[in-house]
């Protein structure tokens, strides 16, 4: 029975968080192939729970904060 890699995926951008690679500095975002290469497993033995990466929520923040002063408000 094929081992299951659990690890988080953005839900804009698709990257995977690569917590457990001994080449990355914290945390290091990764396309499901880079993440599968680098721990020697299938793609569909791995189980991708969902989140936002930083630079998905980065820019998440920037759209709300510089949205909310170009819509006029009803009248």
């Known amino acids: 029975m094929p081992e299951i890699h659990v690890a988080f995926c953005c839900e804009v ?3 995977v968080k690569d917590e457990h690679w001994a ?4 945390h290091e ?3 499901i192939t880079e993440y599968a290469r680098r721990h020697l497993v299938h793609a569909e ?3 991708l729970s969902r989140t ?12 709300m904060l510089y ?3 170009s819509i006029a408000p009803s009248a």
């Open 13 to 15: 951008c698709r990257r």
């Open 23 to 26: 080449g990355s500095l914290g």
């Open 29 to 31: 975002w990764c396309t």
């Open 45 to 47: 033995d791995i189980l």
């Open 52 to 63: 936002y990466c930083p630079d998905c929520t980065t820019s998440y923040d920037r759209l």
């Open 67 to 69: 949205g909310r002063g």
